[in-house]
């Protein structure tokens, strides 16, 4: 299934890069422990994942874990796929074959059920059915934002806060999905 996933991404990927969910400290899978996570095992696809050991800034990490967050509590909305278009996210990868009970990970028919409230599609699916649906979900997020534009200073928003508040900004209606916020 994963080879299946890694295929349609790369076919699909264009400059967006995708979200594995849900995020979990090592990739330990029903299937097996690879401790890094499958899509490593190839070059050439652009995946972001919430893991225990995250090789990026701390404002990235938070940001993550808010992305995260949301997908497994739900309900999904415009606004969760309005932050994932201005990330740069293109398809969102729900996955159902990681060892719960080892991992802690939560049910991911809650991502799956996020993912189809905040208005992604789902586009692929792989593998035996498990945990409620598919191995591997693919769902695409429409729109998402290819190359950054600049934006003259006056339309843009300035937050005092952290990273993972632009969600929750966006989520409060206080700053519209199409106002660039630094």
């Known amino acids: 299934a994963w080879t299946s996933t890694h295929d349609y991404l790369v076919r699909h990927k264009g400059d967006t890069r995708a979200l594995v ?26 995946f972001v994942t919430r893991s225990l050991v995250p090789l990026v800034p701390g404002q990235s990490v938070r940001f993550l874990t808010a992305l995260n ?31 719960r009970a080892s991992t802690g990970s939560p049910y991911p028919g809650l991502a799956a059920r996020t993912a189809t409230d905040a208005g992604l599609q789902r586009v692929a699916e792989f593998g035996p059915r498990m945990q409620g649906g598919s191995q ?40 519209r999905e199409t106002t660039p916020v630094v």
């Open 21 to 46: 969910l849900p995020g979990t400290g090592f990739a330990q899978q029903d299937w097996g422990w690879t401790l890094e996570e499958p899509l490593l095992a190839w070059d050439d696809v652009n």
């Open 69 to 99: 967050t949301a997908f497994n509590a739900g309900p999904g909305s415009a606004p969760l796929a309005g932050v994932l278009r201005t990330a740069g996210v293109g398809h969102v990868v729900v996955r159902r074959d990681l060892d």
């Open 136 to 175: 591997i979900e693919i769902y695409e997020v429409p729109g998402a934002v290819t190359t950054p534009t600049a934006t003259p200073v006056d339309q843009v928003r300035t937050m005092s806060g952290s990273t993972e508040g632009v969600l929750a900004a966006r989520s409060a209606r206080v700053v």
